[in-house]
């Protein structure tokens, strides 16, 4: 198998330029589009409640989670300017729209290829935007949980921070890590079916070793360190700093992790560019 993927594909070399990758998808940024609508569309097509279900489904999520936390486990927020329940299931909410805007990417991300087997065989397409689609839905529900947020922090707070301003920049390693694990696991899921088992059990882990539900300063040295090795404990961290407490990111964390995801991404797209041209062998 891995003969068969070198041996059709060309040097990974000059698809780790990201200009290169830049230029790429803003050629296709017509049709990027148009699939980023499609999959919004797509998703609500034929029910009754269409896209209420975008603001329901993150409400109902958010009880859960606050009920289980708070009241039973008794969680605390140190950052938090009160005790009272409606701040907590903010903190809460907050953590959890960035997890699922990761979560909605790397989930869905063995299947984008082996679901459509046209676009790889009768077809001459950019699969590499596919990925891009997955990613501009999660960011279009992310934006709707987000204005849930900055509504409900209205009503709580009396207040929108000013740091919210900021939200695009802290946004920016989210984007990166999504997409470059997108990307690499849509490759993946062609040659290694059951590589969605994996990614399913390694999401699990992940949602509990990201601080969505408990402070980071709750874990105890050392396996705090080891919790801050994961790049969603600090752009959660951020998320919440930015959204929700009126700070202004941990700037050094920030630029670290800007750089790490962007390699990440550039790798991720290396990875799928050389590796496409096998791709009609497997399917």
Same mark, same amino acid.
């Given at each position: ?38 999959? =919004? ?5 034929? @029910?009754? &409640?269409?896209? +209420? ?5 993150? *409400?109902? %999520? ?97 207040? =929108? ?5 900021? @939200?695009? &920049?802290?946004? +920016? ?5 999504? *997409?470059? %694990? ?102």
């Amino acid at each position: 198998m891995a003969t068969r993927i070198t041996a059709r594909s060309g040097s990974v070399i000059k698809n780790l330029n990201p200009s290169a990758l830049a230029q790429n998808l803003w050629r296709q940024r017509i049709l990027t589009r148009q699939l980023i609508q499609r999959e =919004i569309e797509g998703r609500y097509k034929g @029910l009754f &409640l269409g896209l +209420i279900w975008s603001f329901v489904n993150p *409400l109902v %999520l958010l009880l859960i989670y606050t009920f289980v936390f708070r009241i039973v486990f008794r969680a605390r927020w140190p950052n938090a300017k009160t005790d009272n329940l409606s701040e907590f299931a903010l903190v809460i909410f907050c953590g959890l729209i960035a997890f699922q805007i990761f979560s909605e990417c790397v989930s869905r991300a063995p299947g984008i290829i082996i679901n459509v087997p046209n676009y790889v065989k009768k077809v001459v397409f950019p699969l590499e935007i596919l990925p891009l689609s997955i990613l501009g839905s999660a960011l279009f529900h992310g934006s709707i949980s987000l204005s849930i947020l900055l509504v409900a922090n209205l009503l709580v707070s009396g207040t =929108i921070q000013w740091t919210i301003a900021l @939200l695009p &920049l802290v946004i +920016i390693p989210l984007v990166f890590l999504s *997409l470059g %694990l997108t990307w690499f696991l849509s490759s993946l899921g062609v040659f290694v079916r059951d590589i969605n088992y994996m990614v399913t059990l390694a999401l699990q882990v992940m949602f509990y070793v990201t601080p969505v539900f408990y402070p980071l300063e709750a874990i105890p040295e050392p396996f705090r360190t080891i919790i801050r090795l994961n790049p969603l404990a600090s752009i959660v961290d951020n998320f919440r700093r930015v959204i929700l407490w009126g700070q202004t990111p941990h700037w050094s964390e920030l630029a670290i992790w800007t750089a790490v995801t962007g390699s990440m991404m550039v790798l991720g797209y290396a990875w799928f560019m050389k590796t496409k041209k096998g791709f009609a062998d497997v399917i």
